[in-house]
């Protein structure tokens, strides 16, 4: 008689253990980040698909981005793939989007805005043309800031006061106390045009007025590096990322919501489900909005920066309200992204982030991806989604009572201004509102982009990449430096490279 076979060794993952509490794009990007420097990586995602507010909608054979719509510095999302030994052009297709959008006032004015410097100078002629050679001294401004502001320290960490003091030279150089608009204002009179030129903050969640001049930078952003869509839309990035990571040998938990980070002698040792299943880790990463990674998820005696008093001073950034919606034909006049304004830019501003009242008038970021990618629909149909900036909840708007309403009041505006007989085409729909985004983001008061940008929050006043209040707890996402945005959360999982160390030092 022989002997008998020896057992099968089962393998084991002998890399040290890392946790990333979400996965939205900023929380996908520190895992591929992670991973690719040795740590065995698993991501935790309360909802049932990755993504967070950049998940994917399907309903009645049309496909939504929930969320963000536009790429424009894809040489981030190239790292990522390089990182992983892969080609981002392999697995996703970036399309560049010309114009880049189109702005229409509400006197009918349209103002197309790309990356053409040449076209761009018409267009400022068209409507002003005295205003010529101060647009081109305020692109100058924007470039050098982007320079300052993104290329040098976009991916920097801000964990000490010093990092402050260290720039700040260069944002007194560029008027960093300012706002946008402000800015703007120094450089062009036709108001038209100080919208056009000011508005950029309201994609990151801050107000023009109040915003630092520092976020000037966009503009020369979408320039250098253009604005694209990826075909199939944002979840295509999403999924490709959820492969990367795979791929590396990590793990994604769908249905797994992080009901606390346990910390033992100040040190994060790994999260507790609400479940109770406790999982344990050398370090922890939370891509979770940063007032709920510390309102929620720390307990209050391991922190003393960010306690509730301090978090309840903190000024969030505004709500949105997105209708997504189908309509049974296409509309080939309209483009791919379409900024319509109302008739106030100031006061309906205010009524958002001052007044925290809700206003009768709209002002739309449109999207109409159907334009580029026609999958998206059904044959001969459009998918669209109408975003309306509006108060967060601190506002107190009954969301269950004003949600139809004001959707109502968005499908008026289209129709009497880009999608004549709209209430005749409508063949599928949906709404999300403030009160959505803090039952599904857990996002405290409905903030769609987490603290508003404004310069007493941001850099070393933001709540840091390399926590302050635990060691080994890291935070990426739009609650951290450098701030909201695809090329800012995908930054905020750069600056993990200078802070986390290497697994085989960890």
Not at 74 to 79: A, C, H, S
Not at 106 to 118: H, I, K, M, S
Request: charged residues 20%.
């Amino acid at each position: 008689m022989t002997d008998a076979p020896p057992p099968l060794a089962i393998p084991t993952d002998s890399r040290p253990h890392a946790v990333v509490i979400g996965s939205g794009v900023g929380g996908l990007a520190a895992a591929v980040r992670l991973g690719a420097r040795g740590w065995r990586v698993t991501v935790l995602e309360r909802l049932d698909q990755p993504g967070g507010r950049a998940r994917v909608f399907r309903q009645d054979g049309f496909t939504f981005d929930a969320g963000p719509t536009i790429v424009t510095a894809p040489f981030l999302f190239e790292e990522l793939w390089a990182l992983a030994g892969r080609r981002l052009a392999d697995d996703v297709t970036l399309v560049p989007c010309d114009p880049f959008y189109r702005i229409r006032f509400d006197d009918g004015t349209v103002f197309a805005c790309t990356g053409d410097a040449d076209a761009m100078r018409a267009e400022v002629a068209r409507l002003s043309p005295s205003d010529v050679a101060g647009y081109e001294r305020y692109m100058r401004l924007s470039a050098e800031t982007c320079r300052i502001g993104f290329e040098e320290l976009g991916h920097v960490p801000f964990g000490r006061f010093a990092d402050m003091l260290r720039v700040a030279p260069a944002l007194i150089r560029l008027r960093a106390w300012q706002s946008v608009y402000a800015t703007v204002a120094r450089h062009v009179r036709d108001p038209r045009l100080r919208i056009a030129l000011s508005f950029h903050p309201l994609l990151i969640g801050g107000n023009p007025f109040a915003a630092s001049s520092v976020y000037c930078l966009i503009a020369a952003l979408e320039r250098r590096w253009g604005v694209h869509y990826a075909m199939g839309g944002t979840g295509a990035l999403v999924r490709g990322l959820a492969d990367l990571i795979v791929g590396q040998g990590g793990t994604l938990r769908f249905g797994a919501e992080v009901a606390g980070v346990t910390v033992r002698d100040g040190r994060a040792t790994g999260v507790r489900l609400a479940d109770g299943e406790t999982i344990a880790a050398r370090i922890v990463v939370s891509n979770a909005d940063s007032a709920h990674t510390y309102g929620r998820l720390v307990p209050a005696q391991h922190r003393r920066r960010w306690t509730d008093r301090r978090l309840a001073r903190a000024r969030s950034s505004m709500g949105l309200f997105v209708w997504y919606f189908g309509t049974r034909r296409r509309h080939e006049d309209v483009g791919h992204h379409t900024i319509l304004l109302g008739p106030r830019y100031r006061e309906l501003l205010a009524d958002i982030f001052t007044h925290k009242r809700l206003a009768a008038d709209v002002s739309l970021y449109l999207h109409r991806p159907t334009a580029t990618d026609p999958a998206l629909a059904p044959p001969g149909c459009d998918a669209f989604y109408a975003l309306a900036p509006v108060p967060n909840l601190d506002s107190l708007t009954d969301w269950t009572a004003a949600a139809e309403p004001f959707r109502q009041v968005i499908e008026h505006r289209l129709a009497a201004t880009l999608l004549h007989g709209l209430e005749r085409e409508i063949v599928t729909s949906r709404v999300l509102t403030p009160r959505d985004f803090a039952a599904d983001y857990l996002a405290p008061r409905g903030a769609g982009f987490g603290l508003e940008p404004v310069l007493t929050q941001s850099a070393w006043f933001r709540p840091h990449n390399a926590s302050e209040e635990i060691a080994g707890l890291y935070l990426v996402g739009a609650g951290t430096h450098p701030g909201a945005g695809l090329p800012g959360v995908l930054c905020s999982a750069k600056v993990l490279d200078a802070v986390v160390p290497d697994a085989a030092l960890a």
